[in-house]
């Protein structure tokens, strides 16, 4: 381990945002965060504030996306946990398995966002997030 880590959202594979929201925000109190439009890949997330830390709920916009072919095997529900980090790019890397390929580098919330390369364990994805919003485009 390179730095402590924290949650700092757990990610819920939605095939309707907006029919999500009817349970998590009415029954379930949460309030929304933010929401952005992903263009790459084409995704809606939506952030939940759970006090500390998040629920993003992740809607594909595209049938040919990962997440979208995700839901057709496996349904709604968890998609993945993410930690904060300092540095996504270099955790990501020390917490992969050997061999695996290179990280991709992503963003959400003005933020590098990278998940673990190589195998899922335990049916649960791992992405890593950087604390503070990045000053520079990514590479």
């Known amino acids: 381990m390179t730095e402590?880590?924290?949650l700092?959202?757990?990610?819920?594979?939605?095939?309707?945002?907006?029919?999500?929201?009817?349970y998590f925000c009415g029954r379930l109190g949460l309030v929304v965060a933010s929401t952005e439009i992903?263009?790459?890949?084409a995704l809606r997330l939506t952030y939940l504030d759970c006090g500390n830390a998040f629920i993003q709920l992740v809607e594909p916009l595209d049938d040919r996306s990962a997440v979208a072919e995700s839901l057709a095997l496996h349904g709604e529900g968890l998609h993945h946990i993410c930690f904060g980090v300092d540095d996504a790019v270099a955790e990501a890397i020390a917490l992969a398995d050997p061999g695996a390929p290179p990280p991709t580098i992503g963003q959400g919330r003005g933020r590098r966002s990278?998940?673990?390369?190589?195998?899922?364990?335990?049916?649960?994805?791992?992405?890593?997030?950087?604390?503070e919003p990045f000053a520079a485009e990514l590479p």
């Open 38 to 41: 992903l263009e790459t890949p």
């Open 114 to 131: 990278v998940f673990v390369p190589g195998p899922v364990h335990h049916g649960v994805r791992v992405e890593c997030t950087e604390h």
């Open 8 to 22: 700092d959202h757990i990610a819920i594979a939605v095939r309707d945002t907006d029919a999500a929201l009817e």
């Open 4 to 6: 402590p880590r924290r």
